[in-house]
């Protein structure tokens, strides 16, 4: 059974610092990407970064990048190493399964949810003064 579990969500002020992590299981870790989306209230669902464990290529949406990192280690783990976290990075994130190995972001006409089956539940992030 395929699972994802996003966990490290919390209240932080503006500027601080959270890493969100991944925990995955029921499938081999290589060979899919993973990827982190997000949903805000009233707002479109987003995709903010993906990885591809087997080569450890990486990919931001523009609105995170400088400030998310995202890795993976040999515990099927993912994490979001966000920096410098904004008001308007407040949402539930989500980890998900990518069998497109992150297509979206290379090619930006491809569906949102492309590849993407399988997701956890989401762990929510709110950025507050």
């Known amino acids: 059974e395929v699972q994802l579990q996003a966990s490290g969500g919390g209240s932080v002020h503006p500027g601080e610092s959270l890493t969100l992590s991944c925990t995955v299981s029921?499938?081999?870790?290589?060979?899919?990407?993973i990827g982190w989306f997000r949903q805000a209230p009233g707002k479109e669902r987003e995709r903010v970064s993906c990885i591809s464990p087997s080569d450890g290529t990486t990919y931001y949406a523009d609105s995170v990048k400088g400030r998310f990192t995202i890795s993976s280690d040999n515990t099927n783990t993912v994490y979001l190493q966000m920096n410098n976290l904004k008001p308007e990075d407040t949402a539930v994130y989500y980890c998900?399964?990518?069998?497109?190995?992150?297509?979206?972001?290379?090619?930006?006409?491809?569906?949102?949810?492309?590849?993407?089956?399988?997701w956890g539940k989401g762990t929510q992030v709110t950025v507050s003064s």
């Open positions: 998900g399964q990518d069998a497109s190995m992150c297509l979206y972001y290379i090619d930006h006409t491809t569906p949102f949810y492309y590849g993407m089956d399988y």
């Open positions: 029921g499938f081999t870790f290589d060979d899919y990407g």
